[in-house]
C-alpha cells in the first residue's frame, strides 16, 4: 500500500504540471491576444490566481505523498 501511495505522489505532480500547462497555454494566454475586455480579465484570473493556487496545491500533495508523510507509520 505504501508504494501505491508513493506511485500516486509522482502522479499527482505530473497532473500538476499538465494542468499548468493546459491553464497557461490553452485558457490563459490565448484570452490575452483576443483583444475583448472580458477575456482579458478571465486570462489574468486564469493565470496568476488560479493556476498558481491549483498547481500548488498539487505539487504540494504530490511531494508529501512522494516523501511518505500519509504513511501509518508516520504517527
Known amino acids: 500500500m505504501e508504494s501505491i501511495k508513493k ?3 509522482i502522479l499527482w505532480i ?3 504540471l499538465l494542468i499548468g500547462y493546459f491553464n497557461i497555454m490553452v485558457m490563459g ?3 490575452f491576444q483576443s483583444g475583448k475586455q472580458e477575456d482579458l480579465v ?3 484570473i486564469n493565470i496568476f490566481l488560479l ?4 498547481v500548488g496545491g498539487l505539487l504540494v500533495f504530490g511531494y508529501y505523498a ?3 508523510e500519509y504513511s501509518q507509520e508516520k504517527k
Not at 493556476?51 to 491549483?54: D, F
Open 7 to 9: 506511485y500516486s505522489g
Open 14 to 16: 505530473l497532473i500538476a
Open 29 to 31: 494566454i490565448p484570452k
Open 42 to 44: 478571465f486570462g489574468i
Open 51 to 54: 493556476t498558481p493556487i491549483i
Open 66 to 68: 512522494l516523501k511518505g
